[in-house]
């Protein structure tokens, strides 16, 4: 019986740049950067308050990943265009944690707005990814 997820995946085209986004822009935790026997960088994040999961942040460009060069086309194709897309982010506050965010210099894809199920801003992690921060509704 499968009891919980630990890790989830990430493509991004610089991983560098997704540190700088995850850690010192969102306030994750950083559980592994290491490097494989293969070459591949292990970069794991996680949100502050939940440390059992973790977001591998994956560079398929870079050695270790053994994609092909149609797959590595097509993956530059989608995260040169942001089209990944990636999840829903929570926060209490949506208006707040926009206000604090953009102050880092968080790029919006929208603006906080109000929707059927609460009030939502969508960023962008500058490496492919975004995501829905989403504030939801009292019950």
């Known amino acids: 019986m499968i009891t919980k997820i630990s890790h989830a995946s990430l493509f991004v085209n610089d ?3 997704a540190h700088d986004f995850y850690v010192t822009k969102l306030g994750f ?19 502050p308050d939940q ?14 990943m053994s994609y ?6 097509a993956f530059k194709v989608l995260l040169d265009k942001g089209a990944m897309g990636a999840g829903v982010l929570y926060t209490p506050d949506c208006r707040a944690t926009y206000e604090e965010l953009k ?8 603006e906080p707005k ?4 609460g009030v939502e801003a969508v960023i962008t992690d500058g490496c492919g990814n975004w995501f829905s921060m989403t504030q939801t509704k009292e019950h």
Not at 29 to 47: E, F, H, K, Q
Not at 114 to 117: D, G, H, L
Request: aromatic share 10%.
């Open 68 to 73: 092909d060069d149609e797959s590595k086309a």
């Open 114 to 117: 109000e929707q059927f199920y």
């Open 29 to 47: 935790t950083v559980n592994t950067d290491a490097t494989m026997p293969n070459g591949l960088r292990w970069l794991t994040v996680s949100p």
């Open 103 to 110: 102050s880092k210099g968080v790029v919006f894809k929208s």
């Open 15 to 17: 991983q560098e740049k």
């Open 51 to 64: 440390p059992d999961i973790e977001i591998s942040l994956l560079n398929p460009f870079s050695s270790g």
